[in-house]
């Protein structure tokens, strides 16, 4: 049976812009004499041959000279999905995030989606907002590396419909993706280093309470200490992942006990602790070995250039990315819980003990 097809339409007037403002369906129909119902089945592939070709091409000529696009938002409203991810950071200075943001937002972008990044400031109240805006802009997915013990983010997503996936974080109980590094194998690579080279009484600036890398890597200090026969010299929590936690938190270690070594929970922190060697006449290797954790950006640039566990930034985004998809084309596919192996890289901020501690 032939298609059936549409009357024809008179001729168009003259295409002329709106009055103000975008170009709507309604301003395409003006211009070239139709109803806005035949400019819809016109400009959408799937309905054009209810159309005939002259009208079609009636239509896109005015189109093209309104400069009318189609509206994501009026097609996310239809469809209710908008091809657009959220990713959540807890802190944009920091630099370990650009690099695993950015390996996201490339394999995100090669399946035409685009990414909304917006930063927590470890703030739960405006991680639990940021989430309700972007539920309002009708995100396909969340990626999270803002979550912390106690936050309703996931929850949240839950009750939004709002498939997520944490980066760089794990949270006891939830039914969420995850992708991470090992953190207690990274943090036991740091020790045994540090045993390796001699050092017997070692330290740790340990990360905020309640975040997941910092309670895995304290947990990991703790075994790796033991395995070698150790106790901690000394132990102190970082008010959060900044470099001034990191100089309150060195000083607090350097009013207590002695140590020839510091195991730091992350890179971040370790400008803290170079700030107050160097404020105390000291320095990192000659004075006390120092290690950091993620191997962000220029960390082998300061004086001394500091051993480090090296995270893959790269393939923790793609890996995120990826297991997000997954659970937006299938709801009900297995969660994925992923832990990328670190690697242990040495510089001159660890070296053996001095022969007078």
């Known amino acids: 049976m032939p298609q059936r097809r549409l009357p024809r339409d008179p001729g168009p007037p003259a295409a002329s812009a709106p009055s103000c403002g ?20 016109a400009l959408n592939p799937a309905t054009r041959g209810m159309v005939t070709e002259a009208v079609v091409e009636r239509v896109a000529q005015a189109a093209a000279a309104l400069g009318w696009r189609p509206s994501a938002l009026a097609a996310g ?22 690099p695993i943001v950015r390996a996201a937002e490339t394999l995100l972008a090669a399946q035409g989606y685009a990414t909304l990044v917006a930063n927590t400031d470890n703030d739960p109240a405006r991680e ?7 539920a309002e802009h009708l995100v396909d997915g969340l990626m999270m590396a803002s979550a912390a013990e106690g936050t309703h983010a996931i929850e949240l997503c839950a009750r939004f419909g709002i498939p997520a996936v944490l980066i760089n974080r794990r949270l006891p109980g939830a039914s969420t993706s995850a992708v991470t590094n090992d953190d207690r194998h990274g ?15 070692i330290a740790h600036l340990a990360g905020p309470p309640g975040v997941s890398t910092a309670i895995d890597r304290r947990e990991g200090f703790l075994e790796a200490l033991r395995a070698a026969g150790l106790e901690p010299a000394a132990m102190v929590d970082a008010a959060g992942y900044t ?18 070594a510091l ?25 006390l070995s120092v290690t950091g954790f993620n191997d962000m950006p220029f960390v082998d640039l300061i004086d001394p250039p500091l051993t480090t566990i090296r995270i893959q930034h ?18 009900a596919a297995p969660r994925r819980d992923t832990r990328l192996v670190p690697e242990l890289v040495i510089r001159a ?6 022969q007078d501690h």
């Open 77 to 98: 409203l239809r469809t209710r999905r908008s091809r657009t991810i959220g990713i959540l950071v807890p802190d944009l200075v920091n630099p370990i995030f650009p």
């Open 314 to 331: 790269a393939a923790m985004g793609r890996e995120a990315a990826e297991a997000l998809l997954a659970e937006i084309a299938e709801p």
């Open 263 to 287: 195991v730091v929970a992350n890179d971040m922190l370790c400008l803290g602790v170079y700030d107050v060697l160097q404020g105390s006449g000291l320095r990192a290797g000659a004075d």
């Open 243 to 260: 470099r001034a936690a990191g100089q309150a938190a060195m000083r607090a270690l350097l009013a207590g006990p002695g140590f020839t």
């Open 349 to 354: 901020s660890t070296r053996a003990p001095k």
């Open 128 to 134: 639990e907002m940021l989430i309700s805006r972007m």
């Open 187 to 201: 943090i036991g690579l740091a020790v045994a280093h540090l045993v390796g080279l001699g050092h017997r009484r």
């Open 22 to 41: 975008r170009a709507t369906i309604a301003d395409v129909a003006r211009a070239a004499g139709v109803h806005a119902s035949t400019v819809s089945r």
